[in-house]
């Protein structure tokens, strides 16, 4: 079983800044394995994010483009997620999700760790207070 835990979630204000972090384990090779970001607020859908698969290729959603950074290591078997200029509207649970990259849906109308597809980590809770 493939396993993913995220880190670096907290309480921070307007403006400010954090790095997420999942690191992942089991049998997979992270170096096949694409990592997908999403987050989820109260009563909100599934969002993707950011992507980034394993060769490197990223993306990003309209709403945090030019804000929010992916990045990898491989030798750490850890994806990032560094977060500047962090707004209200950016308060949600954020997971990070393994697979191919064709298998990340843009939306999931449901909690994320329950969609049918990718491994899922737990979530990490960020809030930003104006």
């Known amino acids: 079983e493939v396993l993913l835990a995220e880190s670096g979630g907290g309480s921070v204000q307007a403006g400010g800044s954090l790095r997420l972090s999942c690191s992942v384990s089991?049998?997979?090779?992270?170096?096949?394995?694409?990592i997908g970001w999403y987050r989820q607020a109260p009563g909100n859908e599934c969002e993707l994010i950011s992507s980034?698969?394993?060769?490197?290729?990223?993306a990003y959603a309209d709403s945090v483009k030019g804000r929010f950074t992916v990045s990898h290591d491989s030798a750490k078997r850890t994806a990032y997620l560094e977060m500047n200029n962090l707004k209200p509207g950016d308060t949600a649970v954020y997971y990070c999700?393994?697979?191919?990259?064709?298998?990340?849906?843009?939306?999931?109308?449901?909690?994320?760790?329950?969609?049918?597809?990718?491994?899922w980590g737990q979530g990490t809770q960020v809030t930003v207070s104006s």
């Open positions: 999700a393994a697979d191919d990259l064709e298998a990340f849906a843009p939306r999931y109308d449901g909690r994320c760790p329950e969609a049918p597809f990718a491994y």
């Open positions: 089991g049998p997979t090779t992270f170096d096949d394995s694409d």
């Open positions: 980034i698969t394993s060769d490197g290729t990223t």
